[in-house]
């Protein structure tokens, strides 16, 4: 592999100066959702691995201080103050309000004045599609210093009486800080950025009668609440996640194993493990904390990151893949070299 290749043309790298993630307290059990639909702790983690999932206490915590707390936590794990930040990027579809965005809050709340400070929706997506984002203004000198978090609190858009969604999600918040380095072989030496919105019906959050999507008129949908088409999603998933690998590993020129660490999206155990098995990635180098934290949307790839690189479960030897889809549809992928 030829680091240097991939990544001529930039004048300077990027470093991950630190991580942190936040989840709430409450955890809501399988068993728990099984009073409430009809499902079971069986169906549950035959299907998808998760046994709990971490849930809010509404209106005390939420996105906002979920995100707040994980960026606080990455700001301490770098040994920095919000004030030396250019950039605050939140990835999220769970933000209290369309306007602010929940990035001009979280920089409001953490002396990051007058850093620029935006949003990205790409659901699932989100974190990665944040990182790249980041990665590529830093290599470019747009910025020298940004503050990344990927949250989602979808305990706020779930309708607890819908068994399609209530059993896979849970709320979560990961950040990261990434700043310039002089080697212009660190950072994400390789990334993509993709969407095919022709399947965005398999998974909204209709607002109003009118966005609710053809062929969905007779399911009882809650407005503001999640729709998803689980086995539509699960098809596209399976297939997308596989490719978004592969094609990572090829046009980086690595082999499966020169890959220090797997950062996969955490939205149903069996669809990581397919892409283990098929791609023969070394199972040991794949976390997967869905057991405990479900699927956290945005929130999910930064929970990971952190609980990863804090217990030392990251080979910083060797680059790291992280690689996440959502809906939209989305999927994004980045090669980082440590
Ligand atoms: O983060 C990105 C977004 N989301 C995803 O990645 C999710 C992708 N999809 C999935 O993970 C899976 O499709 C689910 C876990 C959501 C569902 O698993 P599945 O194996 O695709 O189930 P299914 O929808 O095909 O349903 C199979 C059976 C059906 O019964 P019949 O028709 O075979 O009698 C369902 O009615 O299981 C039934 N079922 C349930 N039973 C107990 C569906 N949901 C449940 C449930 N508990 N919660």
Same mark, same amino acid.
């Given at each position: 592999m030829n680091h240097a290749a991939l990544t001529?043309?930039? =004048?300077?790298?990027?470093?991950?100066?630190?991580?942190?993630?936040?989840?709430?307290? %409450?955890?809501?059990?399988?068993?728990?959702?099984?009073?409430?639909?009809?499902?079971?702790?069986e169906w549950i983690q035959q299907r998808t691995g998760i046994k709990e999932r971490r849930i809010c206490d509404k209106p005390r915590e939420g996105t906002l201080t979920l995100?707040?707390?994980?960026?606080?936590?990455?700001?301490?794990? =770098? %040994?920095?103050?919000?004030?030396?930040?250019?950039?605050?990027?939140? =990835?999220?579809?769970t933000g209290e309000m369309a306007c602010p965005s929940l990035a001009c809050r979280i920089a409001g709340e953490i002396g990051a004045t007058p850093a620029g400070a935006f949003d990205v929706v790409a659901a699932c997506s989100g974190f990665v599609y944040a990182m790249n984002l980041a990665d590529s203004l830093i290599r470019v000198g747009r910025a020298n210093r940004i503050a990344i978090v990927g949250c989602d609190?979808?305990?706020?858009?779930?309708?607890?009486?819908?068994?399609?969604?209530?059993?896979?999600?849970?709320?979560?918040? %990961?950040?990261?800080?990434?700043?310039?380095?002089?080697d212009p072989t660190k950072g994400s030496i390789?990334?993509?950025?993709?969407?095919?919105?022709?399947?965005?019906?398999?998974?909204?959050?209709?607002?109003?009668?009118?966005?609710?999507?053809?062929?969905?008129?007779?399911?009882?949908?809650?407005?503001?609440?999640?729709?998803?088409?689980?086995r539509e999603v699960y098809k596209f998933a399976v297939t997308r996640f596989q490719r978004a690998i592969k094609d990572g590993l090829e046009k980086s020129g690595l082999?499966?194993?020169?890959? %220090?660490?797997?950062?996969?999206?955490?939205?149903? =155990?069996?669809?990581?493990?397919?892409?283990?098995?098929?791609?023969?990635?070394?199972?040991?180098?794949?976390?997967?904390?869905?057991?405990?934290?479900?699927?956290?949307?945005?929130?999910?790839?930064?929970?990971?990151?952190?609980?990863?690189?804090?217990s030392g479960r990251i080979d910083e030897s060797k680059p790291t893949m992280l690689v996440a889809f959502g809906g939209g549809m989305t999927w994004a992928s980045s090669v980082w070299r440590h």
């Open positions: 001529a043309g930039f =004048a300077r790298g990027v470093r991950i100066a630190g991580t942190g993630s936040a989840v709430p307290d %409450g955890i809501l059990t399988n068993d728990d959702l099984a009073r409430m639909v009809d499902t079971s702790d995100s707040r707390l994980a960026v606080q936590r990455a700001l301490e794990d =770098a %040994g920095l103050d919000g004030s030396s930040l250019d950039l605050v990027i939140v =990835a999220s579809v609190c979808m305990s706020s858009i779930i309708d607890y009486d819908d068994r399609s969604v209530s059993i896979l999600f849970g709320d979560a918040a %990961g950040s990261a800080i990434l700043e310039a380095d002089d390789y990334q993509t950025m993709e969407a095919d919105g022709s399947g965005w019906q398999a998974l909204y959050i209709p607002r109003r009668e009118n966005e609710i999507a053809p062929g969905d008129e007779e399911n009882p949908i809650r407005l503001g609440c999640l729709r998803m088409n689980g082999a499966p194993d020169e890959v %220090g660490a797997y950062i996969c999206h955490q939205s149903n =155990a069996r669809i990581i493990e397919s892409a283990v098995e098929k791609l023969g990635l070394p199972s040991e180098k794949v976390f997967v904390n869905i057991d405990k934290f479900g699927n956290s949307s945005a929130g999910s790839v930064g929970l990971c990151l952190d609980q990863m690189r804090k």
